[in-house]
């Protein structure tokens, strides 16, 4: 699976959009793009997936660039609750056998009355 | 359907002492994970199985042992507990039927003395 950076931290004020990036350069062309978060001490959740196209769900959309080198993740009106440490990983799929799947150390959202 | 279910989700042990902690699916996932999270960290993997009767190794498998007799079932045991495998563990599932999104159990917060 190809390395993703994220940034460590970031901060946005409750009601306007964050925009949480990743960079993947050296995404292949069979590797999707997956995006998790937790909070607090949860268990991670996940948030959204795609390959090449843009995707939203009730939850974020996701922005991959025409040469799937990075994508953002959008959380378009972001709450307190949505403080968390958000995760990009990019895997390969249906491949029949389960990659080791790690995670790295993700961004920390915090969102700010 | 409870999803993923992890117990216990608190232990205290000794130095020495083993223990096993059980993760539990019922959505009928082939894949399934084990993670440590050491404050501050990410996810790190320990070991994961692609489906009943098989194991393989992940970042971090030294002095952890799995076993998957039942494909609902996955366990990680600790034969001999030291202080640097206080962490919390978490246990994810996934299937190539949902797109190989994983979900995760709440987790297991284990401290040893």
């Known amino acids: 699976d190809a390395k993703t950076t994220q940034p460590p931290s970031m901060d946005c004020a409750e009601g306007r959009a964050a925009n949480l990036p990743c960079n993947h350069s050296t995404i292949s062309g069979n590797e999707y793009v997956y995006w998790y978060r937790q909070i607090h001490s949860q268990g991670p959740q996940y948030i959204i997936h795609g390959l090449k196209n843009n995707e939203t769900n009730e939850m974020a959309s996701l922005i991959i660039t025409e040469d799937r080198k990075s994508s953002t993740l959008i959380l378009p009106h972001a709450t307190l609750r949505d403080t968390a440490v958000y995760y990009c990983?990019?895997?390969?799929?249906?491949?029949?056998?389960?990659?080791?799947?790690?995670f790295g150390t993700g961004t920390r959202l915090q969102v700010t009355l | 359907n409870a999803g993923v279910t992890q117990t216990p989700k608190f232990r205290v042990l000794k130095t020495g002492q083993s223990m096993t902690l059980l993760c539990a699916q019922d959505m009928n996932h082939e894949y399934m994970y084990w993670y440590r999270q050491d404050p501050g960290m990410g996810l790190r993997l320990i070991h994961y199985?692609?489906?009943?009767?098989?194991?393989a190794k992940g970042e971090v498998p030294d002095g952890y042992n799995v076993s998957r007799l039942k494909k609902q079932n996955f366990l990680l045991g600790l034969e001999s507990a030291a202080p640097s495998q206080t962490s919390v563990y978490f246990c994810?599932?996934?299937?190539?039927?949902?797109?190989?999104?994983?979900?995760f159990g709440s987790g297991t917060q284990l401290s040893v003395l």
């Open positions: 199985s692609v489906g009943e009767g098989t194991t």
């Open positions: 994810a599932s996934t299937s190539t039927v949902v797109g190989e999104k994983l979900f």
């Open positions: 990983i990019a895997r390969r799929i249906n491949t029949g056998t389960a990659s080791k799947l790690t």
